[in-house]
């Protein structure tokens, strides 16, 4: 008689400790939904911060002319009237002189190469 009592306790208390555990409410969708809620504000933190750039910019472009002369010139390769442009071009490294002097028609003299 003791021993059904234990079992029938038991078993009442599974069935209680299931819906704890288990289920619509239950501690696992609990520790679900904490972890996604974490997951979610790191990616409105990212965004805000975004959007805190952005809106910097916009004011920017919206109260002065230095962001929109400044876009011009990098990305549009404007300059201001009567401003003079110098282009500084690297010299090449002494192999491809060396390769273009030997591929130049001017290199030859009488059909010998120097």
């Given at each position: 008689?003791?021993?059904?009592?234990?079992?029938?306790?038991?078993?009442?208390?599974l069935l209680l400790q299931y819906p704890l555990w288990l289920g619509k409410g239950g501690w696992l969708k609990v520790w679900d939904l904490n972890r996604q809620v974490e997951?979610?504000?790191q990616v409105n933190q990212q965004t805000?911060?975004?959007?805190a750039v952005l809106d910097a910019e916009v004011r920017d472009l919206k109260q002065g002319t230095a962001a929109i002369e400044e876009r011009a010139r990098s990305e549009l390769g404007m300059i201001k009237r009567d401003e003079i442009f110098y282009?500084?071009?690297?010299?090449?490294?002494?192999q491809t002189?060396?390769?273009q002097a030997?591929?130049?028609?001017?290199?030859?003299?009488?059909?010998?190469p120097k």
């Open positions: 008689m003791r021993r059904t009592v234990t079992l029938i306790l038991l078993a009442l208390l997951s979610q504000q805000g911060t975004r959007n282009q500084v071009l690297e010299t090449p490294s002494a002189a060396e390769k030997a591929s130049s028609p001017a290199s030859t003299v009488s059909g010998v």
